[in-house]
């Protein structure tokens, strides 16, 4: 719908021309710790479907559950390490 409002084409006028150099450096330039962010949620991610699982278990038991386990805390800890090495990074 957005194609057909309008006068002008949407066309670019210059198009860029892709070479081995030009996406180096177009990679280059986008990096911003990616890798940081993906083991962060990684963490987080199998964390909290271990949380999960262990608050359905002490359900099914009918046992106490405690939040802050020595694994959540951990967890805490390792994000907050990805943090500042994200930002200590360069």
């Known amino acids: 719908m957005f ?3 309008g ?3 949407i066309k670019i006028q210059n198009p860029i021309e892709v070479t081995n150099e ?3 450096i ?3 330039s986008q990096d911003f710790g990616q890798v940081f ?3 962060h949620f990684l963490l987080y991610i199998s964390v909290m479907v271990h949380q999960t699982i262990q608050v359905q278990l ?3 038991t ?3 559950y405690d939040a802050w386990g020595k694994l959540f805390l951990f967890n805490i800890g390792a994000i907050l390490f990805v943090i500042l090495m994200s930002a200590l990074r360069e």
């Open 3 to 5: 194609n057909y409002q």
């Open 62 to 64: 009918k046992s106490k």
């Open 7 to 9: 006068n002008d084409p």
């Open 37 to 39: 962010q993906t083991v």
């Open 58 to 60: 002490s359900h099914v």
């Open 22 to 24: 030009s996406a180096r």
């Open 26 to 28: 177009d990679h280059d």
